[in-house]
T-cell receptor
């Protein structure tokens, strides 16, 4: 059974600080996605990474896919209160259209 | 804009009173999913349809049923809601192609059971 371990589960930091969220597995994924979910809304896709070692940037957010395609990280620089939400990683394989979900990271940015 | 729509956004029902949640999509995706999400946890997949083919998760209670009358619409029926069924219910779609994994979510329906 493929699993995605996401850490930390909860993070509360001050505005302006940096943070990193991790998503790890013992299995290889052909793609890994990051979603952000604001309170009372559905998850919104932020990025998909598909190549080992790939780095993608979305303004202050940097996403990295591990060389072996077993892990990924999300780094936020100079966090803002608008970054508050639940961050979810999810991985997929070539043989399937479904996703394996991480447990989520609840992020609170304090002003 | 192509999107996933869920109605209602908020639903209140009584213990044991059947309730139906609806989802529609304009993305023309093959797959429609229903997830249950409880506070700040990852969404839990209940079941999904690939076109007309229904795929139930092994641990989804019989109390939950689904219908997909056409490509655009999918319904979640909770036959006898219990207090433990209070949650956010999320509908999502995807293209259903191997290796193409992006899922697109609706805004969710928050279900309260009194």
């Amino acid at each position: 059974t493929q699993l995605l371990e996401q850490s930390p589960q909860f993070l509360s930091i001050q505005e302006g600080e940096n943070l990193t969220v991790y998503c790890n597995s013992s299995s290889v994924f052909s793609s890994l996605q990051w979603y952000r979910q604001e309170p009372g809304e559905g998850p919104v896709l932020l990025v998909t990474v598909v190549t080992g070692g790939e780095v993608k940037k979305l303004k202050r957010l940097t996403f990295q896919f591990g060389d072996a395609r077993k892990d990924s990280s999300l780094h936020i620089t100079a966090a803002q209160t608008g970054d508050t939400g639940l961050y979810l990683c999810a991985g997929g394989t070539d043989s399937n259209y479904q996703l394996i979900w991480g447990a989520g990271t609840k992020l609170i940015i304090k002003p | 804009d192509a999107m996933v729509i869920q109605n209602p956004r908020y639903q209140v029902t009584q213990f044991g009173k059947p309730v139906t949640l609806s989802c529609s999509q304009t993305l023309n995706h093959n797959v429609m999913y229903w997830y249950q999400q409880k506070s700040s946890q990852a969404p839990k997949l209940l079941f999904h349809y690939y076109d007309k083919d229904f795929n139930n998760e092994a641990d989804t209670p019989d109390n939950f049923q689904s219908r997909r009358p056409n490509t655009s619409f999918c319904f979640l029926d909770i036959r006898s809601p219990g207090l433990g069924d209070a949650a956010m219910y999320l509908c999502a779609t995807s293209r259903g192609l191997a290796g193409i994994h992006e899922q697109f979510f609706g805004p969710g329906t928050r279900l309260t059971v009194l």
